[in-house]
């Protein structure tokens, strides 16, 4: 037999064992994942799943230097590229940071203020929350999420009880009890390349991530005016996608630093399933969204999305 008949032949498999479930919009945009039980679990025969993998390399490019596709609701891995590699994760640090300010059950409504401690020294970056800057904690955790204001998350740190050392031992701790054994913190703003993880372990921190409301509602956030000193200015999300209508995305993170790459993880519902996107390492500026694109219309248009079978 021909390696092309071979291949076409796999791919058909694929298709005829794809199933589409009904949910509505509105559901969409409702479902939590609140806890492993909360979706009816069914299991994946093995077999079946190596199949789609070995076809996955064949017919999806991938450019970013390490990625992770998931089934949020069957656990059932649909692309995988370096998923074990070791790497510095960016910004994707501050979802660990809003996770820790979220579980210290802070005031939402205390003002918090930007300090000299709060400006980049390792990177130098620049940001428009001058020191002196008063906003509420709630404003704070959605600027460094939809907006990636590492003042924002630095400051957060420093009014956590114990201050930023504390902090970020918190973020540690978090990581034992989420399973990421191969993660790390050292900062809560991502600046550092100390902060690392893998495509694999990310899956797992966007699954806990995608629990919080808060984090939900503020990193799919296109864009929100905050009052500056008097001076209204508007900040937007750092992910494009947000505002394609194209995507029903229930949570985003960017990040970058020279060390990283471009880096992308999402929540995102395709071919009407809960779907996680991990992307690290990407060069060039778009490099990033166009595997996000490429791999939707891999899902949406070739089928790969496995029909779980029970037993």
């Not at 947000?242 to 949570?251: A, F, K, P, Q």
């Not at 929540?267 to 996680?276: G, R, S």
Request: charged share 20%; with cysteine.
């Amino acid at each position: 037999m021909t390696k092309p008949l071979v291949s076409l032949l796999a791919v058909l498999s694929l298709l005829l064992g794809c199933g589409v479930a009904d949910v509505s919009a509105a559901q969409r945009k409702t479902l939590t994942l609140k806890a492993p039980g909360s979706y009816k679990h069914v299991s994946v025969h093995r077999h079946r799943h190596a199949r789609a993998t070995l076809a996955d390399a064949k017919v999806l490019a991938v450019a970013s230097a390490a990625a992770l596709v998931q089934d949020e609701s069957t656990g059932s891995v649909l692309f995988e590229k370096n998923g074990d590699t070791v790497v510095p994760i960016a910004s994707i640090s501050k979802l660990m940071t809003a996770m820790v300010v979220i579980d210290s059950a802070p005031s939402l409504d205390e003002v918090m203020t930007i300090g000299e401690e709060d400006v980049d020294m390792l990177k130098g970056t620049r940001s428009r929350l001058l020191v002196g800057t008063q906003l509420a904690r709630e404003d704070m955790l959605r600027l460094a999420l939809m907006s990636s204001e590492n003042r924002a998350a630095s400051a957060l740190s420093r009014y956590y009880p114990g201050g930023r050392p504390a902090f970020v031992a918190a973020m540690n701790r978090k990581c034992v009890q989420l399973g990421l054994t191969a993660t790390h913190f050292e900062d809560p703003t991502g600046l550092t390349s100390a902060n690392v993880s893998t495509a694999r372990d990310l899956v797992k921190m966007v699954t806990a991530a995608h629990q919080y409301p808060l984090i939900r509602a503020f990193t799919t956030t296109a864009e929100y005016d905050v009052a500056i000193k008097g001076r209204t200015q508007t900040f937007r999300n750092t992910n494009v996608l947000v505002r394609n209508s194209d995507w029903d995305i229930g949570l985003s993170k960017t990040g970058y630093i020279n060390e990283a790459g471009k880096c992308l993880v999402m929540q995102a519902w395709l071919n009407n399933k809960p779907t996680i996107i991990v992307l690290l390492d990407a060069a060039g500026k778009l490099t990033r969204i166009g595997d996000a694109n490429r791999i939707r219309r891999w899902i949406e248009n070739a089928g790969l999305t496995q029909r779980p079978t029970t037993g």
